[in-house]
DNA sequence: TGATGTGAAGCGGTTCACAGCC
DNA sequence: GGCTGTGAACCGCTTCACATCA
């Protein structure tokens, strides 16, 4: 078993195959093998295994491993065995259809606190829950116990925000904000944007039909893709 | 430069990159160099250079980029020449969020379609685009002349959808459900999946504290991460 | 036999370091 | 002098291949 860092990768991947066996769970299977979860998600079955080796042996060998136990180990290993309580920032359109979301959607996050600068938003309820002036973010953080801020906010302000959450002592971020930021080590900051996902496929729109690109004609040889 | 294959990960940058040219050419600026460009994103200068050779040749020795210039060949290169019409499939919080952020926000990129199968929901109109059946996605895809299809679906649903897009012959696929997609070669399918990112905040969440983590006792011997 | 766990090889992306040019 | 463009070194992740064990 390795007992080195464990890249941010292997635990994406981690997320993956736990959503899976909840799934095979539920249909009553009670072993799989790496081979066959590969598959699924066309990966290397040893990619598989070695992500799993990052935490223990979970296997047996000739047969595979327990749906159910490896269950319990990746929950455990991925800090799902407890709830989480979730502060968005940014009561907008994105903020709110994700507060819907967790809402509906029974899962480990719980999103308790929604904040906003705008006046016509402050005090507006929204899934039960009151939308806060984020000026007095720090405050309600600790008294509401928020583990993970999510920012939602207009890339514009989303620096600004971000620094209030690290001053409130809060250690996990996800930002939907169109913005990269960085934090102190200390500090866990994911993001996720639509935009540079967008334009990537445009990228690949544009790029796929002619595959010769038109570049500026350093050398002037025929060249292939 | 470079002619080979180029990666997600440097097209990615790209993105971030243009919008950051976007803004210097608002304040003014004219020129960049990679180092200052770089120190903006926490990257390594040569990354930016490397990213860039894959195209061209855009600097200037001893200067840098020119900020309008650069920015110029970066829209072309990501394809932003034009807009992209694009129909989003689930019309319910998620999918409606998105349909709303750029109907708002001036981008590349216009949803002309909503896409549902819930009877609630069709045939009323959110931002004046009448939510259609999803029945119809095939035929309606042609006539909107839609090119990229963003899957805003539960998870159980879409795979199914994610199938009926490609047989419509579209060619970029965006997916926000949580689950992993693909597709034949030539189509082009992109995740964004909150949850995972979620879930890797709780991995760092529950396991920053103890540095030393609990696992199956193979070695007893004391080690450190 | 069949599937795990894992060292070794392979591969791709990042960083270094410097030649080349303004 | 300063900054780009780029081969070479480096590093980390993935895949291979096989010893190991139920």
Redesign the interface.
């Known amino acids: 078993?390795k007992?080195?860092?464990v890249s941010?990768l292997t635990?994406?991947r981690?997320?993956?195959y736990?959503?899976c066996l909840n799934e095979l769970a539920e249909k009553g299977q009670s072993t799989i093998s790496s081979a066959a979860l590969a598959r699924k998600?066309?990966l290397n079955s040893a990619q598989i295994r070695k992500d799993l080796a990052c935490?223990?042996?979970?296997g047996t060998r000739g047969v595979g491993y327990s749906v159910d136990e490896l269950r319990e180990h990746l929950k455990?290993?991925?800090?799902?065995?407890r709830d989480?309580r979730i502060g968005i920032i940014g009561a907008g359109?994105?903020g709110?259809?994700?507060a819907?979301?967790y809402a509906i959607n029974r899962?480990?996050?719980q999103v308790v606190a929604l904040f906003d600068s705008d006046p016509s938003k402050i005090g507006k309820k929204i899934n039960k829950i009151e939308v806060s002036d984020v000026k007095n973010f720090s405050y309600a953080a600790k008294r509401d116990n928020i583990?993970?801020a999510i920012i939602a906010v207009p890339a514009e302000k989303a620096r600004a925000v971000l620094e209030k959450i690290v001053k409130a002592g809060i250690?996990?971020?996800?930002n939907?904000a169109?913005?990269?930021l960085?934090a102190a080590e200390?500090v866990?900051v994911?993001s996720?944007?639509?935009?540079?996902?967008?334009?990537?496929?445009?990228?690949?729109?544009?790029?796929?039909p002619g595959v010769e690109?038109?570049?500026?004609p350093?050398?002037r040889t025929g060249?292939?893709?």
């Open positions: 078993m007992v080195e860092k941010e635990t994406n981690l997320s993956v736990l959503r998600f066309n935490f223990g042996e979970f455990k290993i991925l800090g799902l065995g989480y359109r994105i709110t259809a994700i819907d979301y899962t480990n996050f583990e993970i250690k996990a971020v996800l939907v169109p913005v990269p960085t200390d866990k994911k996720v944007d639509l935009t540079i996902s967008l334009e990537s496929l445009s990228f690949h729109l544009s790029s796929e690109r038109e570049m500026k350093i050398s060249r292939k893709l």
